[in-house]
């Protein structure tokens, strides 16, 4: 069936260094969303791709979309303490109904 | 995140129970989504329903049960039936972009602990 796959699964830095987490999809995608979840708390919905090879950012966050829109990759620049949590793409499968990747967990040492 | 409700926010079960984890939103969304959550698990759909009184399994379905017989409201029953139900269980609803795509707003979550 359709798969979204997500790497690393973990990931430890140091304060100040960067990010990256990978997804990728067994489908080509019409759209994939990023969500973050932070320790103990719920998932929140960050932003939308849509077009193939777009790139959106949000302050010290930059998001992309492959040119053939089956994978898509969140940056993190000089990471901070406030950035730790777990990190989800998700992609609408056949059904319409998204489907989410394992996600990414950051650790950010101080 | 706003605007969609669970209760309650701990549940304790005892063997053989079977328990009902509430979910209200008050966003006007059409389509509801139950899901569960295992320690450093990505999360897994367990029902859905993208109208009133309709519902479709999700992957995981076996030993819970749903309703949906108003468009705020989309309770979980865990039954007997699911022998592992120890987990954090997540309610979403979702609304359409203008540019297409749906974004699902998720519940706090309900944190269901087997006694």
């Known amino acids: 069936g359709q798969q979204v796959m997500q790497i690393p699964q973990y990931q430890h830095v140091q304060e100040g260094e960067d990010f990256t987490t990978y997804c990728n999809s067994s489908?080509?995608?019409?759209?994939i969303q990023w969500y973050k979840q932070r320790p103990g708390g719920h998932p929140v919905f960050l932003i939308q791709l849509v077009k193939s090879g777009e790139v959106k950012k949000q302050k010290r966050l930059t998001f992309q979309f492959g040119e053939a829109k089956k994978n898509s990759s969140l940056h993190i620049t000089a990471t901070q303490t406030t950035d730790v949590g777990t990190y989800f793409c998700?992609?609408?499968?056949?059904?319409?109904?998204?489907?989410f990747g394992q996600g990414t967990t950051l650790q950010v040492k101080p | 995140d706003g605007g969609i409700t669970q209760s309650p926010k701990y549940l304790f079960r005892k063997e053989g129970q079977n328990v009902t984890l509430s979910c209200e939103q008050n966003?006007?969304?059409?389509?509801m989504y139950w899901y569960r959550q295992d320690p450093g698990q990505g999360l897994r759909l367990i029902y859905y329903s993208q109208i009133v009184n309709d519902f479709q399994k999700g992957d995981i379905a076996e030993g819970y049960s749903v309703s949906r017989e108003k468009k705020e409201s989309f309770p979980l029953t865990v039954t007997s039936a699911q022998k592992n139900p120890t987990a954090f269980y997540l309610c979403?609803?979702?609304?359409?972009?203008?540019?297409?795509?749906?974004?699902?707003?998720f519940g706090p979550g309900t944190r269901l602990l087997v006694l």
């Open positions: 966003l006007n969304h059409d389509a």
């Open positions: 979403a609803s979702t609304t359409t972009h203008s540019t297409g795509g749906e974004t699902q707003y």
């Open positions: 489908t080509t995608l019409s759209n």
């Open positions: 998700a992609g609408p499968g056949n059904t319409g109904k998204l489907i």
